[in-house]
């Protein structure tokens, strides 16, 4: 499969329909996604699988993933939101 078909269905998987999840997921594979090594890639691509209400409960920070990988990919959207320009995010 092309890199670019891969990214399109990645990000359709990332657009989840609610917003606090969309504000975080979808920036992040627009600009970092390609700038992970392939283990990173391979855990984002696990992590869009679960369900929205990990998701959620992960991406506040109010609870960890317990697997390894997951918690660093989280850990990594949620620092790349709290250190962009994304003023929305801020509002979470």
């Known amino acids: ?18 917003w606090e999840l969309d504000l975080l997921l ?10 992970l090594d ?7 691509r ?3 699988e679960e369900e929205d209400q990990d998701l959620f409960v ?3 920070r109010r609870e960890w993933p317990q697997d390894d990988a997951l918690r660093r ?3 990594m959207i949620v620092e790349y939101a709290e250190t962009t320009g994304n ?6």
């Open 87 to 92: 003023d929305q995010y801020r509002t979470l």
């Open 58 to 60: 992960w991406l506040m």
């Open 26 to 35: 979808v920036p992040f594979l627009e600009h970092r996604y390609s700038e």
């Open 38 to 44: 392939e283990r990173d890639r391979e855990a984002f």
């Open 1 to 18: 499969m092309s890199e670019d078909i891969t990214l399109k269905r990645l990000y359709w998987h990332s657009r989840r329909g609610m």
């Open 73 to 75: 990919v989280v850990k």
């Open 46 to 48: 696990a992590l869009i």
